[in-house]
């Protein structure tokens, strides 16, 4: 069995993004990549700042509503069947609501291989990355450094802090051609 689905879930700025591109170039094969930050770019611009869709507070806070709740299972299940009709798929989440967050995707992931990664790094980190990407509400990155990880368990963890992003593909990339958990 080989792994189908590689999910990072990381805090905004840990780093997630930097080890998707490396592991594309690490994998044998070809791999796709997917980030929750596409999918809110491809919302529309009503379901921005609206209380059905995604809003985000001056304090780095986010909260969602059922118009991208309902968009988010049709995204999950379009990537699911990518990864059944045989692409190698990575995923760079983050789990805002923890556990519920994951069961989301362990839904739409049933009967797949996947391997569950969980992308630490420590939140003054992430702040100082998150000034200087510029694209984000400041605070973010140290609210969601540890709150996305709480009552989650993983496959595989990397801690960005002091590990660059090739190091952490590596470390992934070697778990993910092992035997991966199978899903639920």
Same mark, same amino acid.
Not at 82 to 108: H, T, Y
Not at 115 to 137: F, P
């Given at each position: 069995?080989? *792994?189908?689905?590689?999910?990072?879930?990381?805090?905004?700025?840990?780093?997630?993004?930097?080890?998707?591109?490396?592991?594309?170039?690490?994998?044998?094969?070809?791999?796709?990549?997917?980030?929750?930050?596409?999918?809110?770019?491809?919302?529309?611009?009503?379901?921005?700042?609206?209380?059905?869709?995604?809003?985000? *507070?001056?304090?780095?806070?986010?909260?969602?509503?059922?118009?991208?709740? +309902?968009?988010?299972?049709?995204?999950?299940?379009?990537?699911?069947?990518?990864?059944? +009709?045989?692409?190698?798929?990575?995923?760079?989440?983050?789990?805002?609501?923890?556990?519920?967050?994951?069961?989301?995707?362990?839904?739409?992931?049933?009967?797949?291989?996947?391997?569950?990664?969980?992308?630490?790094?420590?939140?003054?980190?992430?702040?100082?990355?998150?000034?200087?990407?510029?694209?984000?509400?400041?605070?973010? +990155?140290?609210?969601?450094?540890?709150?996305? #990880?709480?009552?989650?368990?993983?496959?595989?963890?990397?801690?960005? *802090? #002091?590990?660059?992003?090739?190091?952490?593909?590596?470390?992934?990339?070697?778990? +993910?051609?092992? *035997?991966?958990?199978?899903?639920?």
């Amino acid at each position: 069995m080989t *792994t189908d689905v590689i999910v990072l879930n990381g805090g905004s700025s840990s780093g997630k993004s930097g080890i998707v591109r490396c592991l594309q170039e690490v994998l044998p094969g070809p791999w796709m990549a997917f980030g929750v930050d596409s999918f809110v770019e491809a919302l529309p611009a009503k379901l921005r700042d609206s209380d059905s869709g995604i809003t985000f *507070t001056a304090d780095g806070g986010v909260s969602v509503g059922a118009e991208f709740r +309902a968009l988010e299972a049709a995204w999950t299940e379009g990537i699911a069947a990518m990864a059944r +009709a045989g692409a190698g798929i990575i995923v760079d989440e983050v789990f805002l609501g923890g556990p519920a967050s994951r069961q989301r995707w362990e839904k739409a992931l049933s009967g797949l291989a996947v391997l569950w990664v969980g992308v630490r790094c420590d939140g003054e980190v992430a702040a100082g990355r998150e000034i200087a990407r510029g694209d984000r509400v400041r605070g973010m +990155a140290a609210s969601q450094a540890r709150s996305v #990880h709480e009552g989650l368990s993983y496959d595989v963890e990397v801690d960005t *802090t #002091h590990t660059e992003s090739l190091e952490c593909a590596r470390t992934i990339a070697a778990r +993910a051609t092992q *035997t991966p958990s199978p899903q639920r």
